[in-house]
């Protein structure tokens, strides 16, 4: 069974930090780009950073460029998020998914394979 599970998610304070982490079961992830996409109560998917498969590539949202770091550990078959100086607007249901290639792409839809999402809850 093909399975990304999101971990690491909670409720932290503005200005403090969180790590995500995205593990693969049933395939390896060493050869497909991850992406990170985040869900706000009311308002649609956007997508917030993403690797390629080798790690040579990163890019990241406007909103979290400086804040948030991608990373992988193809051995451990996992990617993470270090989200740092985190912000109430950082409050959503954070997912992973797996790119059908190994470079990162723009398209929602060129992501095929889904977690089932993490909590970030940013408040005082």
């Known amino acids: 069974q093909l399975q990304l599970v999101e971990s690491g998610g909670g409720l932290v304070q503005p200005g403090g930090s969180l790590r995500l982490s995205c593990a693969a079961s049933?395939?390896?992830?060493?050869?497909?780009?991850i992406g990170w996409f985040r869900q706000a109560p009311g308002k649609g998917r956007e997508g917030v950073s993403c690797?390629?498969?080798?790690?040579?590539?990163?890019i990241y949202a406007d909103s979290v460029k400086g804040r948030f770091t991608i990373s992988r550990d193809n051995a451990k078959n996992t990617v993470y998020l270090q989200m740092s100086s985190l912000k109430p607007e950082d409050t959503a249901v954070y997912y992973c998914?797996?790119?059908?290639?190994?470079?990162?792409?723009?398209?929602?839809?060129?992501?095929?394979?889904w977690g089932q999402g993490t909590q970030v809850t940013v408040s005082s």
């Open positions: 998914a797996s790119n059908f290639g190994s470079r990162c792409t723009s398209q929602i839809y060129d992501y095929d394979y």
């Open positions: 690797i390629s498969s080798s790690a040579d590539s990163t």
């Open positions: 049933g395939f390896t992830l060493d050869v497909y780009a």
